[in-house]
């Protein structure tokens, strides 16, 4: 049973730090997506949802520096993280905010929303633990701070993909699985911030068949409207899935996530039982990115290099239609 574990450990930690990552962001009003495009020529690409015209963004990025993810800013910036540092790109160009200090192998970058009072406007990335390489943990920068710092999380250590809703609820995944959590101020000593946190869906995907792409793991959280939509990644597989995000948050009192084991597996089954599948041909989708505008859930993912093709999914019809193309190799 130890080596079982601990090879689900590996496999996940493994995905996690090589996903995709968050490299997509609708705008506030829906109506644009930026993504970062599977090759890297130093911009990023920014399609018009209606008139389906692609605009390219120039990043002014030391050399040999890509973006690993990226996150929506305030006033119509958008941050970067690439693997030594966080930028912010907006109108005037392309600035450093901040390095990322003890943080290593980075990969996902959240911000926390800025009427969230305790942490607005906070950043978080998952890293590789200085303490224990096999270990991912998250680290935070507070505004103003000129480095990340690492929190303390508690006995959960293959944290990857993240993000927070607009009333900041956090959802991230851990060991390959959909998690709620929470960031509370840590007087032990063990870091800036305590990671908190309850399964809530397990969605991975297991399994050991050579003859497919094996395991699939949550690779990208993005909540939208009444849901949370997921993909999920794993080796020349995919799935674009949705379940319905709980109006408590798991870690109130009550919820049922964690109450015991028999609530929690209520829990879990019910969470189970809201799955919708999106998309299946999830092998070439390379962004991914959700929102809801007016009570429309709308899902943006591409497929494809040359050309890239952009599409979008909508809740209210349940279809799927193409938003753009990028032919450039």
Known sequence: MKT???????LSLLLLATGHANDASFSPDGK?????????????????????????????LPKGLGVLALAPGGDGEVLLLTEKSVWVHDAKGTRK?????????????????????????WMFIAGADKESQSRRIFYARKPGEKTFKATFCRRIGG?????????????FANDGDLWEGAFEKDDGGNGMTVTNGVRIAPLAFLN????NGGSMYVDTIMPAGTGIYVALRGH??????????????????GSG??????????YLAKSMASVQLIETDGDSIRNTAASSVKGSERVFFTQGTAPIKMYLWDNKTGKTVLVGEDGEK
Request: charged share 25%.
């Open 208 to 211: 050991t068949d050579a003859a």
């Open 4 to 10: 079982s574990r601990s090879l689900l450990c590996i």
């Open 236 to 253: 020349h597989m995919g799935q674009l899935v949705r379940i319905a995000m709980n109006p408590k948050s798991a870690l109130a009192e």
């Open 97 to 121: 905010v901040c390095d990322l200090g003890e943080a290593k192998d980075p990969g996902h970058l959240a911000v926390a929303p800025s009427k969230d009072a305790p942490l607005a406007d």
């Open 32 to 60: 644009s997506v930026t993504f970062v495009p599977i090759f890297d020529d130093g911009a990023l690409r920014r399609v018009d949802l209606q008139t389906k015209k692609v605009e390219k963004i120039a990043l002014n």
């Open 257 to 266: 996530a964690n109450d015991g084991l028999k609530d929690h597996y209520a």
């Open 159 to 171: 944290v990857g993909a993240s993000a927070f809703t607009a009333d900041g609820r956090f959802f």
